[in-house]
C-alpha cells in the first residue's frame, strides 16, 4: 500500500537557521508525493508536489523538498526558518485511487 | 481556502443523535473528499468522489455515510453518533479533468465533538 512516514513529532529551529522536516515513503509504482501545512484553526495549504522530473522541487512560502529515490525519502527544507513558519507539516503520497495518503504530521517551532 | 466551505464550523452533539456535516466548493473541481483528523495520526480518508454518481469508500468508511447532492456539495452524515467520532473533519477537492496528480484544496474544517 502506498504510506509516508514522518519520523519526527516535533521539531525545533531557530528563527534564521535552516530547516528540514523529514518524510519517507513506500510505494509501488512511481510516488506522488506532496507537503502540505496548516495553520492553527486552519485547514491544509499545499506547498509543494514532486510529480516527475527534477528532483528539487520549489514551492510556496520558500520551501523547497528534496527527491531522493535511493533513500525513499521527500524531505521539506527551507533554508532560513521564519517565526511564521512554525505550523503543523504534513507529507503525502498519491494513493492507488487517486486519494492522498497522510503521515502523521511533523510540529514545527521557530523560535525568535 | 475560501473557496471550499464547510458547515457548521464547530458542533457538539450527544451520543445516538444523527449529524450531517456539509461541503460546498465554488472551484468547479470534480472530486471531493472527506477525511478526519485525529491527534498523531494525520488525517484519514473517509469517503471519497470522483462525481455525482461516483462515490467510494474510504480508508474509514464505518459509521458513516456521504451524499454528493451536486457537483459543488458533498455531504457527510454520522447517523447515530458515538462519542470516538470526537474529531476534525475536513472536506477537500481536486481537478483531475486535465492534469492527473493535482494536488487537494481543504475547506477550514469542523470541530465535532460528541459527548
Known amino acids: 500500500a502506498q504510506s509516508v512516514a514522518q519520523p519526527e513529532d516535533q521539531v525545533n529551529v531557530a528563527e534564521g537557521n535552516p530547516l528540514t522536516v523529514k518524510c519517507t515513503y513506500s510505494?509501488?509504482?512511481?510516488?506522488?508525493l506532496f507537503w502540505y501545512v496548516q495553520y492553527p484553526n486552519r485547514g491544509l495549504q499545499f506547498l509543494l508536489k514532486y510529480i516527475t522530473g527534477d528532483n528539487l522541487v520549489k514551492g510556496s512560502y520558500g520551501f523547497e523538498a528534496e527527491f531522493n529515490k535511493s533513500q525513499t525519502s521527500f524531505h521539506l527544507k527551507k533554508p532560513s526558518a521564519l517565526v511564521s513558519d512554525s505550523a503543523l507539516y504534513f507529507c503525502a503520497v498519491r494513493g492507488y485511487n487517486n486519494d492522498m495518503r497522510f503521515g502523521a504530521g511533523t510540529r514545527l517551532t521557530v523560535k525568535p | 481556502d475560501a473557496d471550499v466551505t464547510q458547515t457548521p464550523r464547530n458542533r457538539i452533539t450527544k451520543t445516538g443523535k444523527r449529524i450531517m456535516l456539509e461541503c460546498s466548493q465554488t472551484k468547479g473541481h470534480d472530486r471531493m473528499y472527506w477525511y478526519r483528523q485525529d491527534p498523531g495520526l494525520g488525517l484519514r480518508l473517509i469517503y471519497y468522489s470522483f462525481d455525482v454518481k461516483d462515490i467510494n469508500k474510504g480508508e474509514i468508511s464505518d459509521g458513516y455515510s456521504v451524499s454528493r447532492q451536486a457537483q459543488a456539495k458533498f455531504s457527510l452524515s454520522l447517523e447515530s453518533a458515538i462519542p470516538n467520532q470526537t474529531a476534525l473533519y475536513f472536506c477537500?477537492?481536486?481537478?483531475?479533468?486535465?492534469?492527473?496528480?493535482?494536488?487537494?484544496?481543504f475547506g477550514p474544517g469542523t470541530r465535532l465533538t460528541v459527548l
Open positions: 510505494v509501488s509504482g512511481n510516488p506522488y
Open positions: 477537500a477537492t481536486s481537478d483531475h479533468r486535465i492534469v492527473p496528480y493535482n494536488e487537494q484544496f
